[in-house]
């Protein structure tokens, strides 16, 4: 008997459920998407927040008007993108740290730091559209990777200067 019982609790937590996303989900899709999920989350996270709708056939009637929304916001973010690219092309920082003799940095300079300098000098970055980085450990130009979108990628330039003058080891 309890060998029934597992095998219809198993069967039971791999259903799924058919939605129509009409608004972008990261990791999940794009409005327009038929995905299929787990019942739970379509009915108590995407249904109530307007993100998803049941796919019935009024709402796949739905489906041309959303993929229309889709090429629009793609192509106002790949332009949005674009002019970004362009001018951080063109801006470089520099980020002032503690150093010890020998020019030698305490700790070391993070993505999150970099953020915060770009931020000042009003561009939107988030750390995700840092590429591959790795915390800067050396002081001197270092060249680091944005990744505005799937499409767009730009080099900038990160100077990591010391606060107080580099005393040489005798």
Do not use: W
């Amino acid at each position: 008997m309890k060998t029934c019982l597992f095998n219809l609790n198993t069967q039971n937590a791999m259903q799924q459920k058919e939605i129509l996303l009409i608004k972008h989900v990261e990791k999940l899709g794009s409005e327009g998407d038929v995905v299929k999920v787990r019942p739970g989350y379509a009915r108590n996270y995407l249904i109530p927040r307007n993100k998803a709708l049941p796919l019935n056939y009024a709402n796949k009637k739905r489906l041309d008007s959303l993929k229309l929304a889709r090429v629009a916001r793609e192509t106002e973010e790949l332009q949005d993108a674009q002019s970004m690219a362009s001018k951080l092309g063109e801006t470089s920082i520099a980020v002032a740290v503690k150093t010890g003799t020998g020019g030698k940095l305490f700790g070391s300079v993070t993505a999150t730091q970099i953020v915060e300098k770009f931020q000042e000098k009003g561009f939107k970055l988030e750390k995700k559209h840092l590429v591959k980085f790795s915390p800067i450990k050396v002081l001197g130009l270092t060249k680091v990777l944005i990744r505005l979108h799937k499409e767009i990628e730009v080099e900038v330039s990160v100077e990591v200067v010391s606060e107080n003058p580099i005393e040489e080891i005798n």
